[in-house]
């Protein structure tokens, strides 16, 4: 009997200390440096030229520069408002590409798939007068942020047709790649 009290009085006080640990902290997503919370800026510059198949084009972009705000950094995502969108040099000077709208972007834990929310950007051929407006709506993902020292974003997206004419691919295909500038290391947990 008195072993039945002592193994019930063990399991009651085990019971207790669980219950006053609580649940284990959740890890952030997004880390800098490693095992530290990163809630600052994500700065990132196209490291190699960009590609728009837009129908009745391929647009070359040999400069670009994305910025987020981290504003939420949990278990689940990193997400934050875009800061920066901007292209240059495209087309050697040809094509005209103007950012309509910032959106969003979320980083997903684990596979660290990049997510853009509601972008819009027109792409023109002021010689041919067709312009064309793509973006990321209600969520497109563009690519998977690659861990590290010096951490790239292999760019591979489907972009929806916003607006445009019968020349507008639909969706167009973007593709390239960017390296995070800011911070030095950028990590996904």
């Keep these: 009997m008195k072993l039945l009290k002592l193994s019930s009085l063990i399991l009651a006080t085990a019971a207790a200390l669980m219950a006053l640990a609580g649940p284990a902290a959740a890890a952030p997503t997004l880390t800098s440096p490693a095992g530290t919370e990163y809630t600052g800026t994500v700065t990132m510059t196209a490291s190699e030229s960009l590609l728009l198949k837009a129908g009745f084009s391929t647009i070359t972009c040999t400069e670009s520069t994305m910025s987020l705000k981290v504003e939420t950094n949990n278990e689940e ?3 934050g408002k875009r800061s920066t969108l901007s292209f240059g040099n495209c087309g050697g000077g040809t094509y005209t590409v103007h950012v309509l709208r910032l959106g969003s972007t979320v980083i997903h834990h684990v596979t660290g798939t990049v997510t853009e929310i509601e972008d819009e950007v027109t792409f023109a051929d002021p010689a041919l007068g ?8 209600a969520g497109v993902d563009i690519g998977r942020l690659v861990s590290g020292t010096t951490a790239t974003l292999p760019v591979k997206a489907q972009l929806p047709k916003i607006s445009g004419g019968f020349a507008c691919a639909s969706p167009a295909e973007w593709t390239g790649k960017y390296t995070v500038t800011t911070p030095d290391t950028l990590l996904v947990d």
């Design 77 to 79: 995502r990193a997400a």
């Design 130 to 137: 067709i312009s064309c407006v793509y973006g990321g709506g």
